[in-house]
């Protein structure tokens, strides 16, 4: 398997301490999971609701188990209330980031805005 370049992930951006991730989540779906792209943003399904901040604590939850880090090190940064999120992930880097998600991607899901 070969590792995308930085340049074929418009998703992700890599900081000092970590990643961050551009995020265009689906609450309410039958099973948490990869979909895809949708623009230019990775498109996770959730299996949560989109009330009282349900599906923004699941999506902290499954990112971290993910990952296998604390919950501390995933940060909402925004998007609270919509369904565009940008979330940093301290401790992860990039490479390890796109096999872990990048590999779930499906060109033929993209979707456009």
């Known amino acids: 398997m070969t590792l995308k370049k930085r340049s074929q992930v418009p998703w992700m ?3 000092p301490d970590g990643v961050c ?12 999971r990869v979909c895809g792209l949708h623009g230019d943003r990775l498109k996770i399904a959730l299996a949560a ?3 009282d901040n349900q599906a923004n604590q699941f999506l902290v939850r499954w990112l ?7 919950r501390d090190r995933v ?14 992930l301290s401790g992860v880097s990039f490479d390890q980031c796109v096999r872990l998600l990048g590999d779930n991607e499906d060109p033929s899901t993209e979707t456009h805005q």
């Open 21 to 32: 991730l551009s995020l265009h989540c689906q609450p309410g779906a039958r099973q948490t």
């Open 75 to 88: 940060a909402l940064v925004s998007g609270q209330t919509s369904r565009q999120k940008r979330v940093r």
């Open 13 to 15: 951006t890599q900081e």
């Open 49 to 51: 609701p989109a009330v």
């Open 64 to 70: 971290a188990d993910q990952f296998g880090i604390p």
